[in-house]
């Protein structure tokens, strides 16, 4: 590990389970001495770590190690889908596209997730859809995915957190499943939006939770019944492309809808463009809830914007070869979200991506987007830095990551990514040393 600084040269060598550091100056040091080192956390002994830091302030380095290296990020991996949709994405989302031809009207998606979700109260493209007196067709020619991501987790398809992607999600593609109890002591089971789709329910009579279990390829419900007076869960519906979408969506506004399966003859000019929400107001909860859903749509909108489809190989394919040429190592890319443990990146990826988003961005948009201290992602932590660390968690099974922002108790901005991989237990220790690392950084820079 290297530590540079403009008045101070440092030399770290790692032996065995720890680092010593030998330094000029104690006061300008991250001590191996010190409990906020986090490579100093005996928690981190067998497990894979890269550390970077970077003075955008003094365009220095401040720490490098393995910074290099190739880790799993996790939901970090949203950072490079989040740059993706502020470059080209505009100052609003395009909700979809269309085109009126005599009696008809013709609706191009374009992946926003934003149509019928309950976060947003306005709805510009359902109120379109209801005005017209035409007959409505939505074509899935652009449509060039798989309603899940390379590498994603089978087993978790019931989860809210791997929702299916498609063309023209509503109602954020999964269904409010509800149980209450009524005046006589029973319960009443329903669902929102209402659906037709089949539901049975579980002779389990033993089990005290409301529980929702949906059958892997097919909009079939089990409901087990339980013993509380009010119980929610979301679970994702199968898309089937575009078909799920239409049965829902002629519902909630009242007329029939079908679906083109008709190669398109024209590309997005001859289309007209209606907008349907700021684009921060879809940035920021994806990046304060880590928003799987928003984070996988963004990289198929800006695929759409872009190439015309929506295919996320060819779109990162696309990126990597242009905006992100100059990425310190070339990355694998799987996905929008960082579901997918095939997706390879390197700490010194996310350090040159955040100082590229501020310099195009600004920062103080980047402060906006980006949890806080007590904040998203950062509630359980940080209070103490609340204002002043602006950053990305991620996690999955054995690996913690956090990479973002910190201004300095001298008003340096720092940008910096940790990445741990690999460990069997002890995550919350983990990130406690990461808590206690950034809080030093603060405070000597």
């Known amino acids: 590990m290297q530590i540079i600084n403009r008045k101070f040269s440092q030399s770290l060598f790692l032996f065995s389970s720890f680092l010593l550091i030998i330094s000029c100056s104690v006061q300008k040091k991250i001590s191996t001495q010190n409990d906020s080192n986090p490579l100093n956390d005996s928690v981190l002994q067998n497990v894979n770590v890269g550390i970077s830091v970077f003075d955008a302030t003094s365009n220095q380095q401040i720490m490098d190690y393995q910074g290099n290296k190739y880790f799993t990020p996790a939901s970090n991996t949203k950072l490079f889908s989040l740059y993706a949709g502020m470059k080209y994405l505009g100052d609003s989302l395009i909700g979809i596209r269309y085109i009126e031809r005599d009696t008809d009207i013709l609706i191009l998606p374009t992946g926003d997730p934003t149509l019928l979700h309950p976060d947003y109260l306005k709805q510009p493209v359902v109120d379109f859809l209801k005005w017209k007196k035409r007959n409505i067709y939505i074509t899935d020619a652009n449509w060039k995915e798989q309603a899940w991501g390379l590498g994603w987790s089978w087993d978790d398809y019931n989860g809210d957190d791997m929702t299916d992607r498609s063309p023209m999600p509503v109602y954020a593609n ?54 509380e007076k009010y119980k929610e869960e979301k679970i994702p519906f199968v898309t089937k492309g575009l078909e799920s979408a239409v049965e829902l969506l002629k519902d909630t506004i009242g007329k029939n809808i079908f679906i083109n399966h008709s190669p398109l003859t024209t590309h997005h000019s001859p289309f007209t463009i209606l907008h349907s929400q700021p684009v921060d107001s879809l940035f920021r909860p994806m990046m304060f809830r880590s928003d799987n859903f928003f984070a996988e749509q963004t990289l198929l909108m800006v695929s759409n914007e872009k190439l015309g489809i929506m295919n996320d190989e060819k779109i990162v394919d ?25 997706n390879l ?40 830095d609340s204002g002043y660390i602006f950053a990305k968690t991620g996690s999955l099974t054995g690996v913690a990551a956090l990479s973002g922002y910190l201004i300095t108790q001298k008003n340096h901005l720092l940008i910096f990514s940790i ?24 405070r000597k820079y």
């Open 174 to 227: 999964v269904i409010k499943w509800a149980q209450t109890q009524v005046s006589d002591g029973t319960f009443s089971s329903f669902s929102i939006p209402d659906i037709n789709w089949k539901v049975v329910f579980s002779n389990d009579s033993t089990s005290k939770n409301f529980s929702v279990k949906r059958r892997l390829d097919e909009n079939v419900f089990e409901i087990t019944q339980g013993t």
């Open 318 to 342: 696309t990126l990597l070869k242009t905006d992100l040429k100059g990425l310190p190592q070339k990355p694998e890319w799987a996905d929008g979200s960082g579901l997918s443990r095939f």
């Open 345 to 384: 990146f390197t700490p010194q990826d996310f350090i040159w991506l955040l100082n590229k988003m501020q310099k195009e961005f600004g920062i103080e948009r980047m402060k906006r987007i980006l949890p806080t201290g007590g904040a998203g992602t950062l509630g359980a932590r940080y209070k103490q």
């Open 419 to 442: 990445i741990v991989n690999n460990y069997a237990e002890g995550g919350s220790r983990i990130r406690d040393s990461f808590a206690k690392f950034v809080s030093e950084l603060r």
